[in-house]
């Protein structure tokens, strides 16, 4: 009988750590900056290039790839994927980081389980609903949610 392979957290030495950082391994991170007072949850990944704010939580089996930042007071939900490749040719843009794209999360910014990210930019104080994929800039505060994510407005019935 074959042993499992097993494979261990990867915390790199380029990781540039805040105060008061709480992770729960495994993780991936490397060459990426986050802020103090944050928490990273088990099974997540975050690459170089990555930047996250002050007091943020990322939940479990989130991943954040290369040219994301997110701002203060965010939390990312349990397994939201970032992209940075739009496949402009049709395809994948493999190691040709000229193709890649920039995510910009503002502060105090919810983003629900299982949500995807392209790459966009979201103002300040924006919600996007669990499962929502968000394909444009979100420019104004408020709650997103669909696919493609789209504001949600009040019911203005009596």
């Not at 009988?1 to 008061?20: A, Y």
């Amino acid at each position: 009988m074959n042993k499992p392979v097993l494979f261990n957290s990867i915390i790199k030495d380029d990781v540039i750590f805040g105060e008061h950082v709480k992770i729960v391994q495994p993780v991936n991170l490397y060459g990426c900056k986050i802020g103090n007072n944050c928490f990273i949850g088990p099974f997540t990944e975050i690459q170089k290039d990555v930047v996250i704010g002050n007091n943020c939580k990322i939940q479990s089996h989130s991943f954040i790839c290369e040219l994301v930042s997110i701002g203060n007071n965010c939390f990312i939900g349990h397994g939201v994927v970032f992209i940075n490749d739009l496949f402009s040719d049709g395809g994948p843009a493999g190691g040709d980081k000229a193709k890649w794209k920039n995510t910009n999360i503002g502060n105090n910014v919810s983003i629900g389980s299982n949500a995807t990210i392209l790459p966009v930019s979201i103002c300040d104080n924006a919600v996007i609903g669990a499962g929502s994929v968000v394909t444009k800039n979100i420019t104004s505060p408020g709650v997103y949610a669909g696919n493609p994510a789209k504001k949600l407005l009040p019911n203005k019935t009596k």
